[in-house]
């Protein structure tokens, strides 16, 4: 079985999840001169669907669609609730939410970008359904653990 640890976010690490939101923030004051800020909750959701079928707003896209699906991680992590960490494995090291201390993980930063290359259209990924999806499975994981735990 493959060995797996993980850690708490450190200071940098921490702040460049801050700055995914800072990003998007100046897009929408900047780039549409709105007054809208995210919150970190569902709500954002048709926010950044706007931005997602606006965008990409620089050169490298798929780097935007990872701050995106950073920001869709602050929502997922005050949703659900889980907490980011750095999870490492054989296969090196990624950031990753974690639902309470079991071993459920999600990747929400590679999340859309994902879809977008296996061909999905970015103008089509609906993150209300996804937030639901998510929910649903870590929700049936942990009840999987729990059952196997007592």
């Given at each position: 079985m493959p060995s797996i640890s993980t850690r708490p976010l450190d200071d940098p690490e921490q702040a460049s999840i801050a700055q995914?939101?800072?990003?998007?923030?100046?897009?929408?004051?900047?780039g549409f001169k709105s007054d809208?800020?995210?919150?970190?909750r569902r709500g954002d959701i048709p926010t950044l669907h706007s931005l997602l079928s606006k965008g990409p707003?620089?050169?490298?896209?798929?780097?935007?669609?990872?701050?995106?699906?950073?920001?869709f991680g602050e929502i997922l992590a005050t949703e659900i609730p889980m907490s980011w960490v750095v999870?490492?494995?054989?296969?090196?090291?990624?950031?990753?939410?974690?639902?309470?201390?079991?071993?459920?993980?999600?990747?929400?930063?590679?999340?859309?970008?994902?879809r977008v290359e296996r061909g999905e259209?970015?103008?089509?990924?609906?993150?209300?359904?996804?937030?639901?999806?998510?929910?649903?499975?870590?929700?049936?994981?942990?009840?999987?653990?729990?059952?196997?735990v007592t």
């Open positions: 995914a939101t800072a990003w998007v923030n100046d897009v929408l004051h900047q809208i800020r995210l919150t970190g707003f620089g050169t490298d896209a798929a780097s935007e669609l990872t701050v995106f699906g950073t920001v999870l490492q494995d054989e296969h090196g090291s990624d950031f990753a939410l974690q639902y309470r201390d079991l071993d459920i993980f999600v990747f929400p930063r590679d999340m859309i970008l994902k259209d970015v103008h089509r990924i609906n993150l209300d359904v996804m937030l639901e999806e998510i929910r649903k499975t870590v929700q049936d994981d942990a009840q999987n653990v729990s059952k196997r």
